[in-house]
């Protein structure tokens, strides 16, 4: 059973920084593309940033040079690091990554998001 748990939301002032990461767990050959996504109050899940398997990475035009996503293979692991923090940032982040099990096609997954708020 593969599992994606998300952690390091929290309560954060405008142009603070805040450190997400996505835990990896279960029967994992591989973790493929690797993607965060964010949905704001009264607002449509978005895509926020994107890192494939070769760390290749993309990003919305709103976080551009403010949001930098990672990932540590050899871990399971994947990051996000959120600098310049503004209020419209606020939002529930979710992980979402195509991962191939040890035995099987790859699957895509979701983890269950954690909150970031950013106010003064």
């Known amino acids: 059973q593969v599992q994606l748990v998300e952690s390091g939301g929290g309560l954060v002032q405008p142009g603070g920084s805040l450190r997400l990461s996505c835990a990896a767990s279960g029967s994992i050959f591989r973790i493929n593309t690797m993607n965060w996504y964010r949905q704001a109050p009264g607002k449509e899940r978005e895509l926020v940033a994107t890192?494939?398997?070769?760390?290749?990475?993309n990003y919305a035009d709103s976080v551009k040079g403010l949001f930098t996503n990672s990932r540590d293979n050899a871990a399971n692991m994947g990051y996000l690091q959120m600098n310049s923090l503004k209020p419209e940032d606020t939002a529930v982040y979710s992980c979402?990554?195509?991962?191939?099990?040890?035995?099987?096609?790859?699957?895509?997954?979701w983890g269950k998001g954690t909150l970031v708020t950013v106010s003064s």
């Open positions: 890192i494939t398997s070769g760390v290749s990475t």
């Open positions: 979402n990554a195509s991962i191939t099990p040890i035995f099987g096609r790859a699957m895509e997954y």
